[in-house]
């Protein structure tokens, strides 16, 4: 039965092939561009226009979902990642990961990788869910959301690599919870990035780079938690705020990026910047990465001694995909929730709350929910500490994107997730900039910020 299963997995295929469009957000003067049909040089012209766009779009999310940029090397080669994974059994170490395991640290299936046998199999409970040799045959069929392996001949697994989808894509949950079809953009606050790291039989090289031992590394890696990761750990060696809690922040959400001047919580750079940084530095991919800010033993002594301010691999696998990628990630739109998700009458109350007595849009400015133009502020300016921001170069806080944030209520609000929900956001606005806010307007505002 056992190996039944995992023989089913292993012939699926992934289904999911096809160039379609963008998903949601076509303007309708854009359709109708591509729709003309093609009568004039002009027109034809425009066509090709739009067919090599798409393409490069479509080229732009197999880069996310599927390019490891050479990073096995580092995963399996030296941390020897897919050694835990496999298990004793297949050649690794340890009892090996089991499905069950891997959906426990938040790692998710992508259903449209599987075959419909498999995924009724799954559905009817009749995968053994406890049989790693099952994730051998998931991460062989390519299921497994930001991870692939390739499988060596004794059965076992040769490397694996991760990719960009590991944090920041998720799953609808349609088959079974953690499995199926896949939301890419959507930040994935069930993933122990810290635990599934922790696998690793060898730490030394993490160790060695922060230069501590092992055990310390593997402390720090446990005290991340789900949806956490450090980006700045690997410059600065900071592991814990000064009130002793992990300096980690929350998976970001990667849609609703349009439009929006610097990214990430500490606002290090454009899209395109952040994308050759994480390829590089953090995915420890094969590529080119130069920012000559890294180059401050003071600030950020692990990035200077490890020489992170300029990075040249030969072969480069990242350069030649920053286009197409930024081109992905700029067409994610931020989803809608879903109707019901909050009251409707309350919520377009609570947009003028928010436009007026409430100020939220003198940084949050619609539609785009941050400053068009420089959107970074000191801690004081929007009444924090200022650990976070002084661990990145222009020390502020970047004025977060608000659309999708239903996605992301789940390990809280601000870079750290501080502020437990919604509520408690609204909360410390309205006490830190004295809003007086009423009841009333505070809940209204809270359903606005639901329905972005
Ligand atoms: C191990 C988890 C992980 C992986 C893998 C990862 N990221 Fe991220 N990403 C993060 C975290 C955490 C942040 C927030 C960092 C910060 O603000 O300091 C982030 C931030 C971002 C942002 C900024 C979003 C914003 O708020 O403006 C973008 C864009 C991004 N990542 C793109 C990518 C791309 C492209 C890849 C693949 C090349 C990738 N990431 C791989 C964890 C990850
Ligand atoms: C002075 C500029 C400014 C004003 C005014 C402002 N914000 Fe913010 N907002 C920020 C910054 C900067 C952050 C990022 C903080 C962090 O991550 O630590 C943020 C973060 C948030 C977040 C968290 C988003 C997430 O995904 O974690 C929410 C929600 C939010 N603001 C709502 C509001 C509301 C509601 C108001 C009005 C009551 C408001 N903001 C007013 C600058 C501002």
Partial sequence: MLLAAAGMLAVAAIANTSAGPPAGGREPGMSQSVDTSASTDGTRHQRQEWGAALATLERGRRIFRFD????????????????????????????????????????????????????????????????????????????????????????????????????????????????????????????????IIALAPDLSAVANLLQADQQTVRTVLASWGPGKFDAQLFLDGKAFRPDGKTAATLLPAAFGLAGVNLHTYTGWGGVAHWNAFVANLEMHGQGTFIDSRLNDAARFPVAARAGFAEVRNDPDLTTSKLPALQFYQLSLAAPKPPRGSFDAAAARAGKDVFNGAARCATCHVPPIFTEPGWNMHTAAEIGIDDFQSTRSPDERYRTTPLGGLFTRQKGGFYHDGRFPDLRAVVDHYNSFFSLSLSERQKRELIEYLKSL
């Fill in 68 to 195: 490891t940029f050479g990073d096995e090397a580092f995963w399996g080669g030296t941390l020897r990642l897919h050694e835990a994974i496999e298990g004793a059994r297949f050649g690794g170490v340890g009892p090996g990961l089991t499905p069950a395991a891997a959906l426990g640290v938040g790692l998710k299936v992508d259903a449209d990788a599987l075959s419909p046998a498999t995924l009724d199999a799954i559905r009817r409970g009749r995968v053994n869910l406890n049989d790693p040799a099952v994730t051998l045959a998931l991460l062989e069929a390519n299921a497994v959301v930001g991870v692939s392996a390739r499988r060596a001949r004794d059965g076992g697994l040769q490397s694996v690599g991760i990719q960009c989808a590991l944090c920041h894509s998720t799953v609808d949950n349609s088959v079974v919870p953690g499995v199926g079809r896949r939301l890419d953009g959507w930040p994935n606050r069930d993933l122990n990035v810290g635990a």
